[in-house]
């Protein structure tokens, strides 16, 4: 049972261009979206995060859209480059401040970002 | 170094043998999560610490897996006879208090032959 997909394994694009990666979930409970980035042998990097409260959520090239009815976000990355070519995780979790659940993460499967110089 | 570190960075194990993975979080951070990373797949979890209280284990797989903080810092994760089926990277993330931004180390990479 997949909570949170991440349906396009990959994802390519010219340098300056938009990159767009789309992240579905159907769990109702989850509360708080965030993205990660992952260079091959390195631990997943936060990236941005977006309460369930907003619908969007910026900093600097980033930018994350959260459809609540949805249950769909999606991160924008523009002018896109090719320090950004990674593995890109979308995330979510339950918000119990205290609660056993809190901060506990269910991954998507990850997309594959190449950005052509 | 600030970050989550992880050692040993890779282990190979013979079918059977047991290892130990060991993680050291951030420095203050009281929440403490492993996640098994497998090839081509995102991270799941196996279990989460608040100090040195497991508070979640719902995510290891099987009684041949064992995770322990005794102090409250430094967390361990055993695994006994292990198979091949264990083969994956094993990641370990904390959090500071009233977060839900996991700081990640870079992994333990278990090869089981």
């Known amino acids: 049972d997949q909570q949170v997909k991440q349906n396009s394994p990959s994802l390519s694009v010219q340098e300056g261009r938009i990159s767009i990666l789309n992240c579905d979930y159907t769990?109702?409970?989850?509360?708080?979206f965030l993205w990660y980035k992952k260079y091959p042998a390195e631990g997943p990097t936060f990236l941005i995060s977006i309460s369930s409260i907003k619908d969007k959520n910026e900093d600097g090239r980033f930018t994350v859209f959260l459809n609540k009815s949805a249950k769909h976000l999606s991160l924008h990355i523009v002018p896109s480059q090719p320090g950004d070519s990674a593995v890109y995780f979308c995330?979510?979790?339950?918000?119990?401040?205290?609660?056993?659940?809190?901060?506990?993460?269910?991954f998507g499967q990850g997309t594959i970002l190449t950005v052509h110089p | 170094g600030a970050g989550v570190s992880q050692s040993p960075r890779y282990k190979v194990a013979k079918r059977g043998q047991d290892v130990a993975l060991r993680c050291d979080p951030i420095s203050g951070h009281v929440s403490l999560f492993w996640y098994q990373q497998a090839l081509g797949q995102g991270p799941e979890f196996l279990t989460y610490?608040?100090?040195?209280?497991?508070?979640?284990k719902s995510g290891l797989p099987s009684d041949r897996f064992f995770a322990e903080r005794p102090e409250g810092s430094v967390s361990t994760l055993k695994i006994q006879r292990t198979q091949q089926e264990d083969s994956a990277v094993y990641l370990c993330?904390?959090?500071?208090?009233?977060?839900?931004?996991?700081?990640f180390g870079p992994g333990t990479r278990l090869t089981v032959l």
């Open positions: 769990n109702s409970m989850f509360d708080y």
């Open positions: 610490f608040q100090n040195e209280a497991q508070l979640d």
């Open positions: 995330a979510a979790s339950p918000y119990a401040a205290g609660g056993t659940s809190y901060g506990k993460l269910t």
């Open positions: 993330a904390s959090s500071p208090p009233y977060s839900n931004q996991g700081y």
